[in-house]
């Protein structure tokens, strides 16, 4: 009769693990699937120099990211930008392309027309990362430090 309380301690004791690890295997699934938290990918990106405005000495006026996967919804392609006034193109140009000699970013001459610029990388799990430029006259700041259209630098995964 001495070991009834100890089995149940037991079966309580690994219940409770198990349901731990169900709900931590759950919450790591819809991360990597990108319904909540961040995903690898948008990690991955978010890493890059290239795609934190901050340290290249930026100011940002607008940023996005892929947006969370909706119920039942398909996956979009992974992708996080930033938008700076399109009066700072210059700028923005001469950093990014000091940046990417460092970086190891490789300009290429395949743009579309629309494009400013667009260069990619191959990390080193064999991904390539896509990084484009535009300058967007539709889009405009409405920031108290500037108005009129921007410059959208996208890094995404191909």
């Known amino acids: 009769m001495a070991s009834y309380p100890r089995t149940k301690v037991l079966i309580a004791v690994l219940f409770g693990l198990l349901t731990l690890a169900t709900l931590w295997n759950i919450w790591d699934w819809g991360r990597r699937e ?9 990690a991955v990106l978010q890493a890059e120099v290239l795609a934190q405005p901050k340290a290249l000495g930026l100011t940002a006026v607008k940023t996005d990211r892929t947006p969370h996967r909706g119920f039942m ?10 938008s700076v006034p399109a009066s700072q193109m210059d700028t923005l140009l001469d950093v990014l392309n000091s940046e990417m000699t460092k970086e190891g970013w490789t300009p ?7 494009v400013v610029m667009c260069a990619q990388k191959f990390t080193s799990d064999g991904e390539t990362l896509l990084l484009t430029v535009k300058e967007d006259a539709e889009s405009t700041a409405s920031t108290s430090d500037s108005t009129g259209p921007l410059a959208t630098v996208t890094l995404s995964l191909n």
């Open 34 to 42: 990108n319904y909540w938290g961040t995903s690898d990918s948008i």
């Open 73 to 82: 919804g398909k996956s979009r392609p992974p992708f996080v930008s930033y």
């Open 108 to 114: 290429l001459d395949t743009c579309s027309t629309e």
